[in-house]
């Protein structure tokens, strides 16, 4: 056997890679799927001004960004589209949800919404750290 390392790897073989290790959960924790979600606020013109871009899936939310523009940071807008994005993964059966942001990143609004912190990465980038929370759902 021999190793071969590839720095720009084809997306088929990315997506071997994935398969098979699907299929290996699959057989411990059976079929599941993630259903993707975005919830958005527009303003007159169109133009986003805030998002939520979600998973669900295997019983849990993962919320993977959370942006509000930044003249509205500080109204209610940020909290709004995650009450909703919960209350849709509790329509989906999802007993937690979880998410990983930044120490710049403002994670007391996620304590301050429940969230605690599971795990963190120090020294990432090296100054920051990388914050994983969650929070139980029911």
Known sequence: ??????????????????????????????????????????????????GIHCRTGGGWLYIESLWVDEDLRGRGMGKQLLDQAEEIAIQKNCTGAYLYTYSFQSPGFYEKNGYGVFGTLEHFCEKHSKLYMKKRLV
């Open 1 to 50: 056997m021999k190793t071969r390392v590839n720095f720009c790897p084809p997306e088929k073989e990315i997506e071997l890679l994935e398969k098979k290790l699907l299929q290996h959960n699959h057989r411990e924790i059976g079929p599941y799927e993630y259903d993707h979600f975005i919830i958005k606020s527009l303003d007159d013109s169109g133009s986003m001004t805030a």
